[in-house]
């Protein structure tokens, strides 16, 4: 083999298979207790590489950096001190980027990063240097499109090699300890690497800068377009070829939840009146609740399912995802009136205000998948279990509704082997006499299951996921009238505003971990959080919500828009140490900045009349609509925008008269309601009514004459004459098909 091809080759071997997943497909797993870390004090008093029995990771605030803080390797968080050694000693760069419930990243640790013959290949030939993706997305974020781009896969563990210029020249995913199965392993890695650096080192940096440059032209670019209905229907049509009418969901295993598809066909079904789509958002929704997907005992989802069918999960539970099928599920009680859907809802939020809220207000970021050592262990019952809790006959009811059985319906994935555990799911709805009882009996194994080895607890709360964790309990509890979620979502954004600025400019920081925040705030930071602002402004009409809605946006028009090619990146302008600037505006397990952007800043424009905004948006859609025609389905959260933006939308004005009653009634009426193309303001007599009329200056002349409330429905420029009739209004709001 000539030294001269060392890069494709090692770009060739990220090719080959072996066990790594998709950037969605990912496997939780913490097979060992959490850290055992010294205090702060003690940590404070370590010397700078944390000494003999720790690396310089022990200094982190990231649960997965902490995870390696023992490691033998010698590794460096992300930041100058690591770069600055590199081109010091000349030395290639070895980046690992994963996260605190990765499986495959536990695989790869206990394999090579707790070896000790391994750890001194790695810390001869590189300088090593360990991301969480979770807290750097924007780093993950360029080394996975380099990934993605050479390997056409992705996926975690990230296995990274650069120049000291941070330049990448190879990329994959897991490797394991020595090569096998033609996969290329970290012994050899680290043994070819340092000879071909020595000897080769001109052709490495060229290759490498070109693949740079091919990067950052792509990247960050822009592809104009037009973002109409066409391309609307055009996502809509890709999204129905994908449903999966026998079992819901898009596509075969395995199968992801992704709710802003239901959100776009529940919108697109209620407007063009069509059965087959509102088909399709309820099929889906019930297959999943059904599920094993779906925690039956302590409520939430479980990350994906590895079938088509939603029966065995994977069993990780991440924030984004309980706040977005939160939402998707409200959304669904209130078009398609399934009870069963607002239940479920209510039953993800209770997980996520009771097994991922904190103190201060916040949400942390996820469970694992695995306990002592084995995927699932604290979701499986065996039917003996089931019996022991609930008595023979109870329990055998139960076993026989959620599938427990003898010899148990679970396998492990890689294998095959059943292990005599059950996930619970329900082939059908619950029978009248077990559905009565059911709240019962699930308390009672809930409070079984609860003495059991939990799984880990990612603690550090992230901002863009509590944007969006803000956005499902405001929507939520104005749909369902429940002020109890609506003050959760309130503490959360008092925690997001207070705890996760800096003090010194108020600049958003993007981490927050026992009292520490960090790592400026990228743009799904800002538009998640403004996202959230705007349904709790509509939620509680607290014009300071607004204001802070407002003042997110305009720091993000300032410190991300492309002011060349037009949308967002994801980092902000100037930020160190990332080699290309990306733009994301596909819309996978999370909508992407720029689609969720898009949505905020033509709501924001409805709310207060600022045209800037709506200018800004429409600039934003047209930059970027090239790149979604490539395959709208992929972007539906970017249609659901560009269908707003189409029109017709509405603004609605509630002003207070003298019955504070009928007020409040009338607001809570029109909250409740499905009405995506609408937005709403509250209007008070008196001061507050005031500080609404400086937010939303068209409001201020919008009063009521007597007791009733007086309601102002306006679109494109002009007011209806006001009217006390609620139903009335809500009548206007439906559009006509098209």
Known sequence: MQRSALIAVLLVASCRGGPARPAQEVTMQHD???????????????????????????????????????????????????????????????LSIGYATCHWCHVMEHESFEDEEVAKLLNEAFVCVKVDREERPDVDQTYMTVLQAVTGRGGWPMTIV?????EPFFADTYLPRDSRQGRLGVTELAQRVPEAWRTNRAAIADGAGKLVERMRASASASLPGVADLALVEKGVAQLME????????????????VPHNLSLLLQRGVERDDESLLDAVRTTLVAMRRGGVYDHVGFGFH??????RWFLPHFEKMLYDQA?????????????????????????????ARDLGTPEGGFTSAEDADSEGEEGLFYLWR?????????????????SWFGVEEGGNFFEESTGRRTGESVLYLEHDLDPFVAERWPTWRAELFEARERRVHPLLDDKVLLDWNGLAIAAFARAGAAFGDPRLVDAASRAADFALRELRDPSDGRLLHRWRAGEAGVDGLLEDHAFLASGLLELYEATGDSVRLVAAGDVVDRALVRFWDDEQGGFTTAPKGTKHLVFASKEVHD???PSGN????????????ITGESRYEDRARDLLAALAGLVERFPAGHSRFLLATRFAAGPTFEIVVAEGTDRAAYEDALARLRAAYRPHAVLVARPRGPLGDEVARAVPYSAEMRAEGAAPAIFLCSDFACRAPTEDVDAVLDALRLRKE
């Not at 902490?66 to 590199?86: C, I, K, S, T």
């Not at 650069?162 to 941070?166: F, G």
Request: one cysteine or more; aromatic letters at 10%; hydrophobic letters at 40%.
């Open 32 to 94: 060992r207790p959490g850290p055992i870390l010294p205090s702060p004090a003690e940590i404070a008093a370590l010397p700078a590489d944390g000494g003999p029995e720790f690396n310089r990771l022990v200094f982190s605030h990231s649960p997965y950096l902490l995870q390696h803080a023992r490691n033998p390797v010698d590794w460096y968080p992300w930041g100058d001190e690591a770069f600055e050694r590199a081109r010091r000693e000349d030395k290639p760069i070895f």
């Open 242 to 257: 994908m449903y999966d009418p026998r079992n819901g969901g898009f596509g075969d295993a395995p199968k992801f939840p």
């Open 383 to 399: 039917p003996e279990e089931v019996r022991a809790v609930l008595g023979d006959e109870v329990g055998a009811r139960v076993c």
């Open 588 to 590: 996978g397990a999370l």
């Open 324 to 352: 977005l099928l939160a939402t998707a599920y409200t959304e669904g009680w209130q078009v398609l009136g399934d009870a069963s859907f607002r239940e479920t809802a209510l039953e993800v939020l209770e997980y996520v």
């Open 162 to 166: 650069l120049t000291p210029d941070l």
């Open 595 to 606: 689609s969720v952007m898009a949505d905020v800043l033509l709501r924001l424009a409805r």
């Open 303 to 308: 990350r994906y399912s590895t079938d088509e």
